[in-house]
């Protein structure tokens, strides 16, 4: 039995076996169990404080908590890049951003190079991708793909198809993404294929724009600042050089839409692009948004806030319309389960929801991410898979990761030039001694916008060592045992000598397995 018809049998067990065999088809069909389709349900920017099934203090998400319940909630999950183009490559090819090529959202992906979709297509899975893709080159390896130009639009987003036509659809792109999905499961796959989805949401990234149908959710809610709302930064450069800060650099037209008819508020560097937004939307979705916005805008003009009650204001504004549209996301979500379990197709289709990387809500007073800091480094990953485990596994896995799982589960042998680990057996129950006990990080998108300075770094279960190059030259070192918020940099501090040449032994050590070109910079003392 060669490895991939081994492989094909492993993971049909039980009722996962059963559901997945076709009752009333040809021989050979009703012989071969078909492999496990897929549906890897990613969105843009949304942070795990956000998902009730890891942080109950802001939002219920029922659906989404629904993959994690029957299935497994990652607590110790991270991207390898925190921002998205990176943060999708990784994800496409299992290796880390100097290897993929892919560095920062100013690149253009070298779609020639091998990625998961390629492979399973390879080895008879119909594959397709549809929504934000942000990778600027043509989608390869999916047998049908529709994706929004770069960031695309919340609202009447225009879609590029396989023919390169551009076409827009009425509506908010997250039901749309989701009506594109559930039509290809329906009409357009080969049934008789495993199939692997990517279902990509534009939603929650910037600005944060709810649907009509949302816009009221939380409107009497107030949300507890973060503790380290206020935070000043103290004994982090980079943290002081940023421009993402809620009070600061958040705008008001743009990001917070108070793009007053009267044109009197006048703000930032977004404002026209604010007002641009609006300009899209047909007159019913207009009349609503203004049902909504205009009483806000008339308060907030009257308010006449400053100082702290301003960036307060900011803040509970930026919640509320980051919540309604998760709240949107939930619901598609739960079009996706239920479609599903009624088509009987829950049972042979391991379903992943995560995001391209995490956000921050206003903890360090910040929106935003890139920081090789928790809010931003971690990523929320769930994942339900019949026949699997159900509960929780703490191993450190980061996006590297999904690719060898993926093609694991489809029977498919990992490449070698893929960086990641297959975390199937730990999907299944397994224990596995030799997983790793350390994560390599490197963002490079910078000058850019958000001012974050390139950093690397390591962390362990307790530990993170930070450098942070290019015009600084600033390490951190925290303990996140001692320091979950990262506000005390421990680096260089009497005490932390021995733990900091083991951290820096371990970086080096990374950058070496890992083959990163940085490497050259780095001396112990
Ligand atoms: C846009 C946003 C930024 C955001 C980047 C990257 N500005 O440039 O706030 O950091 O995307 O986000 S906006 O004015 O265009 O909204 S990413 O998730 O796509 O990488
Ligand atoms: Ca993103």
Not at 28 to 46: C, G, L, R
Not at 173 to 180: E, L, P, Y
Not at 251 to 277: C, F, P, Q, S, T
Request: hydrophobic share 35%; glycine share 6%; aromatic share 12%.
């Amino acid at each position: 039995m060669n490895k991939l018809t081994s492989t094909l049998l492993y993971s049909l067990t039980g009722a996962a076996a059963i559901a997945s065999l076709p009752s009333c088809k040809a021989n050979k069909e009703a012989e071969t169990p078909q492999k496990m389709n897929i549906i890897y349900i990613m969105s843009d920017d949304h942070s795990y404080q956000t998902i009730s099934a890891y942080d109950q203090r802001y939002i219920h998400t029922p659906n989404i908590d629904r993959i994690g319940n029957e299935g497994v909630r990652f607590t110790n999950s991270f991207v390898a890049n925190s921002i998205s183009g990176p943060s999708r490559a990784c994800m496409l090819t299992g290796k880390h951003s100097h290897a993929n090529g892919f560095t920062n959202n100013a690149t253009t992906f070298n779609g020639d190079q091998l990625t998961f979709p390629k492979l399973l297509q390879q080895n008879g899975y119909q594959t397709a991708m549809i929504g934000k893709w942000h990778l600027v080159s043509d989608p390869q390896g999916f047998d049908y793909w529709e994706i929004l130009p770069g960031q695309g639009d919340y609202y009447n987003p225009t879609f590029i198809q396989m023919n390169g036509e551009k076409t827009q659809v009425e509506g908010y792109a997250t039901n749309i993404i989701t009506d594109k999905a559930i039509d290809w499961i329906e009409n357009q796959r080969d049934e008789n294929k495993p199939f692997c989805m990517l279902l990509h949401h534009k939603a929650p990234h910037r600005t944060w724009m709810p649907d009509t149908c949302d816009l009221e959710l939380f409107a009497d809610k107030t949300f507890p600042l973060p503790e380290n709302f206020y935070d000043n930064y103290e004994g982090r450069l980079a943290a002081q050089k940023q421009k993402m800060n809620i009070a600061k650099d958040m705008e008001i037209v743009y990001d917070l839409k108070m793009a007053d008819k009267e044109n009197e508020i006048h703000d930032g560097m977004y404002e026209k692009w604010g007002r641009a937004m609006y300009s899209r939307m047909n007159p019913a979705q207009k009349a609503a948004w203004d049902a909504h916005y205009d009483p806000i805008i008339k308060q907030f003009k009257e308010a006449k806030l400053s100082g702290k009650a301003l960036a307060e204001w900011k803040f509970q504004q930026y919640m509320r319309d980051y919540l309604r549209v998760i709240h949107s996301v939930d619901r598609n979500i739960g079009r996706v389960l239920d479609y599903l379990e009624e088509k009987g197709l829950l049972e042979n289709t391991m379903i992943v929801y995560t995001s391209d990387q995490g956000f921050y809500m206003g903890e360090h007073g910040w929106f935003d991410k890139r920081f090789m800091y928790e809010e931003s480094f971690r990523t929320p990953l769930l994942v339900r898979l019949p026949g699997g485990k159900k509960g929780d596994v703490a191993e450190l896995v980061q996006n590297i990761d999904y690719g060898p799982t993926i093609l694991d589960l489809a029977g498919i042998e990992k490449p070698e030039e893929m960086h990641g680990e297959s975390f199937l057996p730990l999907l299944k129950g397994e224990k596995v001694p030799e997983w790793r006990n350390s994560l390599y990080y490197h963002f490079y998108e910078y000058p850019a916008e958000h001012a974050v300075c390139r950093h690397y770094g390591v962390r362990t279960d307790r530990y993170k060592l930070i450098h942070f190059y290019n015009d600084i030259d600033s390490w951190e070192l925290f303990d996140l045992q001692e320091d979950p918020t990262e506000m005390n940099n421990i680096y260089g501090k009497p005490g932390t000598e021995d733990i900091t040449k083991k951290l820096k032994t371990e970086l080096v050590r990374l950058q070496e397995y890992y083959d990163d070109p940085i490497r050259k910079e780095i001396v112990i003392e």
